[in-house]
């Protein structure tokens, strides 16, 4: 049960950083190296963000990966 709890949010923090990187780089280019601001948020902020998600999809990739094993040990 675990595992499709963990690949759900996997998932959800996969797809959450590729927006969040892609509307970091498009307001990075919109306006030289400061970039555009919205909702008074540097694009650089977004890409932070970016690649703090993408480190919890690992990780929930990985837990998803040793909980597999783990069942299929019993």
Same mark, same amino acid.
């Given at each position: 049960?675990?595992?499709?709890?963990?690949?759900?949010?996997?998932?959800? *923090? !996969? %797809?959450?950083?590729?927006?969040? &990187?892609?509307?970091?780089?498009?307001?990075? /280019?919109?306006?030289?190296?400061? +970039?555009?601001?919205? *909702? !008074? %948020?540097?694009?650089?902020?977004? &890409?932070?963000?970016?690649?703090?998600?993408? /480190?919890?999809?690992?990780?929930? +990739?990985?837990?998803?990966?040793?909980?597999?094993?783990?069942?299929?040990?019993?």
């Amino acid at each position: 049960m675990w595992s499709s709890v963990l690949k759900i949010l996997g998932y959800f *923090f !996969g %797809i959450v950083a590729g927006i969040s &990187l892609v509307a970091g780089v498009i307001l990075r /280019l919109t306006r030289g190296p400061q +970039g555009a601001i919205i *909702f !008074g %948020i540097l694009p650089r902020s977004y &890409l932070y963000f970016a690649e703090v998600c993408l /480190l919890f999809a690992i990780a929930f +990739g990985v837990a998803t990966l040793l909980e597999r094993k783990k069942k299929e040990e019993r």
